[in-house]
């Protein structure tokens, strides 16, 4: 069965209610080109109801970028999965490596995120990714290997079903040095097969996207790649016309 592309739009912590209401708007004047892309936007916290308001009814998705792993109570400055499914988030993204190398989230952490996440009926977006230093030593796919398994040791495999995973080398996140569409899909086929040794049927399903310095010039060779099935896009989704030539991208692969 054919995976239906996705391209996903972090924002991070970027915007304002103007700019937001400019951005969404222009992705959405554009987006009927799209095709068969499933798109989505994930803004900060505070602008999820925003943009939920705006996008109510169109085939643009809102996700957030983070939540707690804790369900309610005296958690000060967390916001719980519940919280925004009911403010309408369909997804959420899961151990960006900003979560782990600047906040300190470990893989136990992160799988309890994701479980959070599943409880309260949201698409995991589960970030996994090497360190530059990690990519030298040669321990890409070990470092890969740990994060998954801590996901799927917490969780099973079988809920796996119900998520999106995103390869996001840390040394091509914000820097404008992309992986080359070779080394993208050499991870992404490690995913896969990782997954398939415990459920083959299941590693063919599981959407895996790209992260890390994608723009409308490179998008199209990355979502060439037989296990690339879309993107997961920083910098370039804070640009309505870059981030459309990129699902644009994704739609004729
Ligand atoms: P970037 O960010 O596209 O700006 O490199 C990707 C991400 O962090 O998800």
Known sequence: MARRPLVAGNWKMNGDRAGV??????????????????????????????????????????????????????????????????????????????????????DDRVAEKFAAA?????????????????????????????QLDAVIGHVGVPALAGAVIAYEPVWAIGTGQTATPDQAQAVHAFIRERIGGRDPGLAGEVRILYGGSVKPDNAGSLFGMADIDGGLIGGASLDADAFLAIVRSAGQE
């Not at 803004?43 to 998705?61: D, F, K, N, W």
């Not at 409880?119 to 070990?142: D, F, I, K, N, Y």
């Open 118 to 146: 599943l409880r309260h009926g949201l698409t995991p977006v589960l970030c996994v990714g090497e360190t530059l230093e990690e990519r030298r030593a040669g321990s890409t796919e070990q470092v890969i290997a740990r």
């Open 21 to 106: 209401d400019r951005l969404v708007r222009g992705i959405l004047a554009g987006l009927a080109q799209g095709g068969g892309v499933e798109v989505m936007v994930c803004p900060s916290y505070v602008h999820i109801p925003q943009v939920a308001e705006l996008t109510r009814g169109t085939p643009l998705a809102v996700g957030a970028q983070d939540l707690s792993e804790y369900d309610s109570g005296a958690y000060t400055g967390e916001v719980s999965g519940a919280m925004l499914a009911e403010f309408g988030c369909g997804s959420v993204i899961v151990g960006h490596s900003e979560r782990r190398h600047l906040f300190g989230e470990s």
